[in-house]
């Protein structure tokens, strides 16, 4: 049986979400759509310069130029415009109410299932219902739902033995989709 106390600050939520964004598949799926969409209107424009008379190779070095600049671009601000709208998103539910979280986190694990306790709320969850385990660079998320999930700092870890032992044991009852990033 494992038991953690730890506080949860707006940091631990931001990564979160930055996690849970950078590596859902539906993430995935929008970035490849969003560069197929840039391909598709500059090659339009290139087509069109073509079509009315424009030198094709010109515009060929042209198109390429652009379309690199414009990966180039969204890779390197991808990332950071996340980031920047994660936290405007969070402070805005901030000024609207109370974040999906507890600050002060008591979670316990035994053998059927495990217990989050908050100065708020208390809620019990079985494995069977925990549909995958995560661990990100500051935390271990057990997901309780697609977009869902209960927070584990890694700070609530004594050591790395600790931890270790930890993802055996939760593995060996949800059996997840466990991913390492």
């Known amino acids: 049986m494992y038991s953690f106390a730890f506080n949860l600050e707006d940091s631990d939520y931001l990564e979160f979400n930055k996690f849970h964004f950078e590596t859902a598949p539906s993430h995935k799926r929008l970035e490849r759509g969003a560069l197929a969409l840039m391909a598709i209107i500059v090659l339009a424009f290139y087509v ?69 306790s908050t100065e708020v709320a208390e809620t019990k969850t079985k494995y069977a219902s925990v549909e995958k385990v995560a661990k990100g660079k500051t935390a271990i998320y057990i997901y309780t739902g697609a977009m869902q999930a209960i927070l584990l700092p890694l700070s609530a870890f004594e050591n790395d033995e600790q931890q270790r032992e930890f993802l055996n044991f939760i593995n060996a009852r949800v059996q997840p989709d466990f991913s390492t990033r």
């Open 48 to 116: 069109r310069a073509v079509a009315q008379g424009a030198n094709w190779l010109s515009m060929l070095i042209s198109l390429i130029i652009v379309l690199g600049v414009v990966l180039l671009v969204f890779r390197f601000t991808s990332k950071p415009l996340t980031g920047l709208i994660l936290k405007l998103q969070i402070a805005s539910i901030k000024k609207d109410g109370k974040l999906p979280f507890g600050k002060n986190v008591r979670l316990t694990f035994d053998e059927d299932s495990f217990v989050e």
